[in-house]
């Protein structure tokens, strides 16, 4: 609706303008001219009056004071093609913002645009297209060649490729076989598969994504009051100048010159255009930035936190260590662990039967007791695998991981330990920030100390503050010394949620993470890659860099030409063409903010 109403005041310019200039020209009517175009620059300065009205009862400084005054003044001094020279550079540079911010923001709205609307429903050998929202867990679904995957789902058949550029920003085809999940919004390659819906169309990853764009959509960039603080000397210091050259000539005229030349345009386009362009060059780079306020403190942050499990590692348990404390071999402990656990759902079960190289043996009579261990038959001997509590009574030495311990027969034979992996770009990340000018790097973590502080050491982070529940998190950001604020925090898990919302900056790692992580923070990374933290540290420095220059270039520009013209040598009607290549100098190169360096 605002793009609507400012193109039409454009085309509403254009065309009295032409009017106007058949009339003078043409017609030889110069009188009927000058009113056309007094009563067109009354109108229009009344209506943006008004908007400068609503701009500053929001809190803002209303920057269209100056070019209200340029258009007043000239038509005064019967300048009156300089006044409609001015109008079309406030419009039509309005239309202009309009258009480079849509141009900026187009890979974000193509998500919006390719948002699936229906799917293929299949019940026996019946298909039924169904509306996105019909979609039900469980639901077997029929995804042709070339098609959108409509929700969050497992492949009931394959191989095929899928092409996730929409989602992670990875133009590379993912291979995905019978048994693998793929998110929605992916797209299918050249063979049709069948898939389960795991999740409903609003809870899957797409959806999530959409939702994150709308509501940056929804709220704009707030860093516009940057222009604001230049723009309340830059309008002070315009007026100056356009006085002392009126009162030293003794001719309004050179008045109207000045403030011609003094346009705010720089100031109202540059940061706005720059910071949409840098939202848009993350986007492309896998990140979602909800809102320009969070570039700009992205842009300052002195602390970045990160939360251990599932960001810095993978947030998947291997086997460590096996550590037998009788003859047994480790193979066969190993083996013994996994055959009692192969029934079980427990993270650590999985990883045991993932790990072990010999044959399951067959268990029997087996018991599982939540949160304790399980108890099974192998081989006539009773095993049980399970908490140190749960396998033996005796006075064991525990392992300083996560583990869990073996007894068969009634003796305990050992342990089998486990550590979660590093991901493999987490010291490479950390190196990179150091680079980008963060000097405190933290990890925040639930984990035991030893543990924490091994993994810290070799990644490269500064501090470290273990055993933390989710209250102690919000804790240890809230007292970081006002030295090492702002601070970033980075976690991917529902327990990280609290402490994404209270950081300056929230970055949530959204490709596996958690809805309520995704939605409390200000940043989602797309793909799980942690150097894309570091990459929008540093989209966001040079976007701001930029946004800067901008403002500063249309400012400097501005005042060389208002000083030329208080000693008269800069006539109105070509202050106002100059001031036309200003705005578009300063649009241009706040544009850089969407291109790599």
């Known amino acids: 609706m605002q793009q609507l109403r400012e193109y039409k005041r454009f085309w509403f310019v254009i065309v009295l303008g032409a009017i106007a200039l058949w009339l003078q020209f043409v017609n030889h009517q110069a009188g009927w001219a000058q009113i056309l175009v007094t ?22 400084f ?24 001015v109008l079309l550079m406030l419009t039509g540079g309005d239309a202009l913002e309009d258009f480079a911010a849509r141009r900026a923001n187009s890979e974000l709205q193509e998500l919006l645009n390719n948002s699936p609307q229906s799917a293929h429903r299949a019940v026996g050998d019946d298909i039924t297209d169904v509306a996105i929202n019909e979609v039900v867990v ?25 092409n996730e550029s929409s989602l992670t920003g990875e133009a590379r085809p993912i291979d995905k076989r019978a048994g693998e999940t793929v998110m929605s919004g992916s797209v299918n390659g050249e063979a049709s598969v069948y898939l389960q819906a795991d999740q409903t169309a609003d809870n899957s990853q797409y959806q999530n994504i959409v939702r994150l764009v709308k509501q940056a959509e929804s709220q704009p960039a707030k860093f516009v009051r940057m222009a604001d603080r230049y723009a309340v000397p830059f309008t002070l210091l315009a007026y100056v100048i356009a006085g002392i050259a009126w009162g030293f000539s ?74 037998p404390v009788t003859a047994i071999p480790k193979e066969e402990l190993l083996q013994l662990a996994a055959s009692a656990e192969q029934h079980s759902g427990h993270v650590l079960a999985q990883s045991l039967v993932a790990a072990t190289t010999e044959k399951l043996l067959p268990a029997t009579d087996v018991n599982e007791t939540t949160a304790q261990g399980v108890q099974a038959t192998i081989d006539g001997q009773t095993v049980r695998a399970g908490k140190a509590e749960f396998v033996t009574d005796e006075s064991i030495d525990k392992a300083n991981q996560t583990a869990v311990y073996v007894s068969a027969a009634g003796i305990y034979q050992g342990y089998v330990s486990f550590s979660d992996k590093l991901r493999p770009e987490a010291k490479t990340t950390m190196a990179d920030l150091h680079r980008l000018g963060v000097h405190n790097l933290v990890m925040i973590s639930g984990d035991r100390k030893p ?42 898990g529902i327990n990280d949620a609290p402490s994404l919302a209270t950081a300056d900056v929230g970055i949530a790692m959204g490709a596996h993470g958690a809805t309520a992580a995704s939605e409390s923070a200000d940043a989602v990374v797309l793909k799980d890659d942690l150097t894309r933290v570091s990459a929008a540290r540093d989209i966001a420095q040079w976007t701001m ?29 070509i202050g106002a063409v100059f001031q036309e290549v200003v705005d578009t100098v300063t649009i241009l190169y706040a544009l850089r903010a969407r291109t790599d360096r």
């Open 39 to 60: 009563v067109l620059g009354v109108f229009l300065a009344l209506l943006m009056f008004i908007d400068m009205v609503k701009t500053l009862r929001s809190g803002k």
């Open 62 to 85: 209303g920057v269209d004071l100056l070019a209200i005054t340029a258009v007043i003044a000239t038509l005064a001094v019967s300048e009156y093609w300089a006044a409609l020279i």
């Open 138 to 162: 469980g639901d077997r679904l029929l995804v042709r060649p070339g098609e959108v995957m409509p929700v969050d789902g497992t492949l009931l058949t394959g191989p095929t490729t899928v």
């Open 250 to 323: 003794g001719d309004p005229v050179r008045f109207a010159e000045v403030l011609v030349v003094a346009s705010p345009c720089p100031l109202i386009l540059a940061a706005p255009i720059a910071l949409i362009s840098g939202m848009s060059r993350a986007s492309r780079n896998g990140i979602i930035v909800k809102t320009g306020t969070t570039l700009e403190k992205l842009a300052q942050v002195k602390t970045f936190a990160f939360d251990k499990t599932g960001t810095i590692t993978q947030g998947k348990l291997v086997v460590d260590q096996i550590v």
């Open 451 to 492: 543990i924490a502080k091994q993994i810290a050491a070799e990644v490269g982070i500064d501090q470290v503050h273990a055993e933390c529940l989710p209250a102690d998190k919000i804790n240890v950001l809230a007292e970081l010394p006002a030295d090492q604020r702002p601070v970033a925090m980075v976690g991917d």
């Open 545 to 573: 860099r930029i946004a800067r220059q901008a403002v500063l270039i249309g400012i400097i520009i501005c005042t060389v030409l208002m000083v030329i013209a208080s000693f008269g040598v800069i006539p109105a009607i």
